[in-house]
């Protein structure tokens, strides 16, 4: 197996290490970190201002700001490489798990797109670096790359902190279903965690019959799993029901309605991903 990790420097790239051999050292998986120089931002970028100037001193600061991009580029790739350095000494420092780094001029959806088909687990930061102390907001390249992906990602949160027991928001969908899939084809990874299956919303007696199928099929491939229903609303009941069961990680399906839905009624995935302070396994 192989874990894809995605580090960009900010406060949450230790945490996406940590994670990522987290799940490397159960799954007896190798890592492979990323880091992605993205294009320079034009606000960032000095203003040519060099149609307002006689040829001469507009030939100067062309120069000039041809070096300066230059030497912004040497500095980005620099800096990426400390920080793929960085995050495998993290990840090798208390593990002999094999890592191996890649530096990319890349965008990261097509990044996930290019490369998911060598992975089995994505790992990705909830924040990037210019969002990391917004807690209202996510990571700009966050959904697009929790859309485009068709692996689990892991959505690492700001510290890590040793999984025991894990809640998973079960809601009868296809994207959930992988997900129990998963857990049960690589149950002996997961079978020191207690499970805990949560229903929201009054179900159906065919529902509560499914949930209960799926308990039961989780135990009888070693897992320990417990269930319940409850009524509310998932975005704030789940979080509720994580901090009451000291929860450390949330698995659940990811965007199981159309892009179009969600973009008029708001979807429940982004508001979880956003509000639950604990790291979520989505599966699509």
Not at 190 to 209: C, E, R, S, V, W
Request: with cysteine; aromatic share 4%.
């Amino acid at each position: 197996m192989n874990v894809m990790a995605f580090v960009d420097g900010s406060i949450y790239s230790a945490s996406v290490c940590d994670h990522a051999a987290w799940l490397a050292a159960r799954h007896g998986a190798s890592v492979h970190v990323f880091h992605m120089l993205a294009k320079r931002d034009g606000a960032s970028m000095p203003a040519d201002l060099s149609g307002n100037l006689k040829l001469g001193a507009r030939s100067d600061l062309l120069e000039k700001l041809s070096k300066a991009d230059e030497d912004w580029a040497h500095l980005a790739q620099a800096r990426g490489r400390v920080i793929l350095e960085d995050a495998q000494a993290r990840i090798t420092q208390s593990t002999d798990l094999s890592v191996e780094t890649r530096l990319r001029h890349d965008d990261l959806v097509d990044a996930i797109v290019d490369f998911e088909k060598d992975a089995d687990l994505i790992v990705i930061g909830k924040r990037g670096e210019a969002s990391a102390s917004a807690r209202e907001h996510l990571g700009s390249n966050l959904e697009r790359a929790l859309r485009s992906a068709t692996k689990p990602v892991l959505v690492a949160n700001r510290d890590f902190e040793p999984i025991e027991n894990c809640l998973v928001a079960y809601d009868c969908g296809p994207s959930v279903k992988k997900a129990i899939r998963f857990l049960v084809k690589h149950a002996e990874a997961y079978k020191d965690i207690a499970f805990h299956l949560l229903m929201i919303g009054k179900p159906t007696a065919n529902a509560q019959t499914e949930l209960e199928g799926v308990a039961a099929s989780m135990q009888v491939a070693g897992l320990t799993v417990t269930h319940e229903s409850r009524g509310g609303e998932p975005d704030r009941a789940i979080p509720g029901v994580a901090l009451k069961m000291n929860s450390q990680m949330l698995v659940m399906g990811a965007y199981g309605h159309s892009h179009i839905r969600n973009l008029i009624i708001g979807s429940t995935t982004t508001a979880l991903v956003r509000s639950c302070r604990l790291p979520i396994l989505l599966v699509r």
